[in-house]
């Protein structure tokens, strides 16, 4: 254990797991709750376009795939709602657009991009100082949106239609979980990558789901969850040859399955 | 008698379809009045008129004496269950934690509501659920989630109650009961109720209206009064036969 905090790439990495591992299963305990699991990998999908213009002009390309990301989320919200057309058909068509705008960039690119491949399929070993301080900024100010409007967002995805009619503003706090959901693909790409992110952002939530009756036992597990995801994989990929995205979402995916098996059998006893 | 609710010529326009034309009605304190109609009617609608979720084109709305942008004053004094499917039935909360859902209100906004307040312990007496104060809501019945969801929309103490089909999905027994409790709360706490339904059988007894639509108004009046209207025939497009026994009604369809 101290040889592993011994190196400072190991420390960040650490310290990454456990701002992801915090604030991916609050997102999931939503997700999960409002039936968002599609748009959550749309998303990740769709950030791939603002990662490519972001390499393609110079500018940060987590800057531009978190600008692409965001406005994605909140723009599916907006159509969907304003246009009465499913969520599911709108980031579907999101998903190939942004994945196509993103292929058709990088096939322009000359050499070789290591942020591409980093971005892609993550890396949470090359976490940087500055990517830290954008990962805890992103965790500060999804948490207090999250913290003040609880009660508000739980009462959203119980009944939408009630809380329109008791009067709440549920246009704007939708639009801000939409951002939150956008804001925490395009930090937790940084660990799993494009293609994986949706696991971290869909599994905690459903695993929690399947074991509890309470909303705060499920939120509960949920942070369980996702955190033992986050440090295992981190760990597993230390002393084994696996890369740690695609551990974390292994270690993830083994835990659902844990949680229906239990669920199955606690059913069965009763 | 307060006069509580009282449409004049009420007109909907939606998607550029008329979904409600010129619907007249009041209702007066303590008053329990069946909306029926069949499937498309505009019966929801309707409901959603007067909670202000969707504008109307024409005619007049009155709620509590309040009209036109004076209605945003009154609309905390309305309870709302709408229909079942509108909600998940496996989400975890418990029957209390529903019930406090019911008191969020832009009031509450940056405020705590806690779910043992006074006003979720007197919503959940008032429908016989005070012992399942901590039962998780996805573990009752069908007819219990019905009356946790009644406690939600008393939860706010509204002097005006609009349900939109709450007998949907509830076996016979559960159905009469559910009515009786409403009868109970009217008669006790002189709630106006408006309540929705497409089952004639179930609300006629308990009604002290009956307001028949499909789209445009067809009638409106005592249940004895329009059970034996050619009307319902005319609003259903089908032909019902209605025979008074004691006090309950039964149905002939041709």
Same mark, same amino acid.
């Given at each position: 254990m101290s040889e592993i905090l011994s190196y400072g790439f190991m420390q960040r990495a650490l310290l990454a797991a456990l701002l992801v591992g915090i604030l991916c299963p609050t997102i999931s305990f939503f997700v999960v709750l409002k039936k968002l699991s599609f748009l959550g990998a749309g998303i990740s999908h769709t950030a791939l376009g603002g990662i490519a213009i972001g390499l393609a002009t110079g500018l940060d390309p987590v800057l531009t795939g978190s600008v692409f990301a965001v406005g994605t989320a909140m723009s599916t919200g907006h159509i969907s709602r304003v246009g009465k057309i499913s969520e599911d058909t709108v980031i579907g068509i999101f998903y190939a657009s942004g994945m196509a705008l993103g292929i058709a960039l990088i096939s322009t690119f000359?050499?070789?991009?290591?942020?591409?491949?980093?971005?892609?399929?993550?890396?949470?070993?090359?976490?940087?100082?500055?990517?830290?301080?954008?990962?805890?900024?992103?965790?500060?100010?999804?948490?207090?949106?999250?913290?003040?409007?609880?009660?508000?967002?739980?009462a959203i995805c119980f009944d939408e239609e009630m809380a329109v009619a008791g009067g709440l503003p549920v246009g704007p706090l939708y639009m801000g979980l939409l951002a939150a959901v956008g804001l925490t693909v395009m930090v937790s790409i940084q660990l799993v990558g494009v293609v994986l992110v949706a696991a971290l952002l869909v599994i905690p939530g459903a695993a929690a789901y399947r074991l509890s009756s309470n909303y705060r036992s499920m939120l509960a597990y949920s942070l369980v969850i996702g955190l033992a995801g986050s440090f295992g994989g981190l760990f597993v990929s230390y002393y084994y040859p696996v890369p740690p995205g695609a551990a974390i979402v292994l270690i993830l995916a083994a835990m659902f399955a844990l949680a229906v098996a239990v669920k199955y059998y606690l059913e069965k006893l009763n | 008698m307060?006069?509580?609710?009282? &449409?004049?010529?009420?007109?909907? $326009?939606?998607? *550029? #379809? +008329?979904? =409600?034309?010129?619907?007249?009605?009041?209702? !007066?304190?303590?008053?329990? &009045?069946?909306?029926?109609?069949? $499937?498309?009617? *505009? #019966? +929801?609608? =309707?409901?959603?008129?007067?909670?202000?979720? !969707?504008?109307?084109?024409?005619?007049?709305?009155?709620?509590?004496?309040?009209? *036109? #942008?004076?209605?945003?004053?009154?609309?905390?004094?309305?309870?709302?269950?709408?229909?079942?499917?509108?909600?998940?039935?496996?989400?975890?909360?418990?029957?209390?934690?529903?019930?406090?859902?019911?008191?969020?209100?832009?009031?509450?906004?940056?405020?705590?509501?806690?779910?043992?307040?006074?006003?979720?312990?007197?919503?959940?007496?008032?429908?016989?659920?005070?012992?399942?104060?901590?039962?998780?809501?996805?573990?009752?019945?069908?007819?219990?989630?019905?009356?946790?969801?009644?406690?939600?929309?008393?939860?706010?103490?509204?002097?005006?109650?609009?349900?939109?089909?709450?007998?949907?999905?509830?076996?016979?027994?559960?159905?009469?009961?559910?009515?009786?409790?409403?009868?109970?709360?009217?008669?006790?706490?002189?709630?106006?109720?408006?309540?929705?339904?497409?089952?004639l059988v179930s609300i006629a007894p308990a009604a002290d209206k009956l307001l028949c639509i499909n789209r445009t108004m067809h009638i409106h009046g005592h249940p004895a009064e329009v059970l034996r209207s050619s009307h319902l025939d005319e609003a259903y497009r089908c032909q019902f036969d209605f025979l008074t026994t004691g006090g309950g009604f039964e149905r002939c369809w041709h």
């Open positions: 000359k050499g070789y991009y290591p942020e591409l491949f980093s971005l892609l399929f993550g890396n949470i070993l090359a976490v940087s100082f500055r990517d830290l301080q954008l990962m805890v900024l992103a965790l500060a100010v999804i948490m207090i949106f999250v913290i003040i409007f609880f009660k508000e967002l739980l | 307060q006069e509580v609710i009282k &449409t004049d010529q009420l007109t909907v $326009n939606l998607g *550029g #379809k +008329t979904v =409600l034309e010129d619907i007249t009605f009041s209702a !007066v304190t303590g008053e329990l &009045t069946g909306v029926i109609g069949p $499937n498309g009617a *505009g #019966k +929801t609608t =309707l409901l959603r008129a007067v909670l202000g979720l !969707v504008p109307f084109q024409k005619g007049n709305l009155t709620v509590f004496g309040k009209r *036109g #942008k004076q209605l945003k004053e009154v609309r905390s004094r309305i309870g709302f269950m709408p229909q079942r499917q509108s909600f998940e039935r496996r989400f975890p909360l418990s029957a209390a934690d529903v019930v406090a859902t019911g008191l969020l209100s832009p009031k509450t906004l940056f405020r705590r509501v806690p779910e043992k307040s006074k006003q979720v312990d007197e919503s959940l007496r008032a429908v016989g659920m005070e012992g399942f104060y901590s039962r998780a809501f996805q573990s009752l019945s069908g007819g219990e989630q019905q009356r946790i969801l009644l406690a939600r929309a008393l939860a706010r103490r509204p002097g005006l109650l609009l349900l939109d089909e709450p007998n949907t999905g509830l076996d016979f027994p559960a159905q009469q009961s559910f009515v009786e409790l409403l009868r109970e709360l009217k008669e006790k706490d002189g709630l106006t109720i408006i309540l929705v339904s497409h089952d």
